[in-house]
């Protein structure tokens, strides 16, 4: 637990830079704006966040052998990615893949060019993403505790 709190503390710091550099370099293709600074912020946490579950998923649960553990991570992060194709194709996947996160919903906000921080769906979509944040920590939080 506690190498999940500095691992979201070094990822804060990594968000910091990833927003800054940019905006001092000057290579966004839209004038930054506070809406879209507080968006950045907000979609970096909670991908940072999910990204550090991920990874503790994976190394301190007994799923894969430590040989396995990154072609694991590849697997799941590409049926993350394309849980809502793979849905569209196979409507019973749907059943299955509920227990992956909710990215697709907030990637396909971003895509929108009418995207404000306190649009109704950017909110749910977020306060969606959240919750399953807090029940997968609580979860991988009983693992840890399971496997010591």
């Known amino acids: ?14 968000i910091c830079l ?7 370099v000057g290579v966004f293709d839209k004038h930054v704006t506070v809406n879209l600074l507080f968006i950045g912020i907000v979609i970096h946490i909670i991908l940072s966040a999910l990204g550090i579950l991920l990874g503790a998923f994976v190394t301190n ?5 430590k040989k396995y ?23 019973v996947a749907q059943w299955l893949l509920w227990v992956f996160p909710p990215i697709n919903n907030i990637m396909n906000l ?12 950017f909110i749910l979509s977020c306060s ?3 919750i399953y944040i807090v029940i997968a920590f609580i979860i991988i939080n009983y693992l840890f505790k399971k496997s010591s």
């Open 18 to 24: 990833t927003l800054l550099y940019p905006i001092i």
């Open 69 to 91: 553990t990154w072609l694991l991570t590849i697997f799941i992060i590409i049926i993350i990615l394309t849980k809502e194709m793979i849905i569209d194709k196979v409507p």
């Open 1 to 14: 637990m506690i190498k999940m709190i500095y691992q979201f503390l070094f990822s804060f710091i990594l």
């Open 128 to 130: 969606y993403t959240v």
């Open 61 to 65: 649960t007994s799923i894969a052998n």
């Open 110 to 121: 971003l895509n929108s060019d009418t995207l404000y921080m306190l649009n109704v769906n």
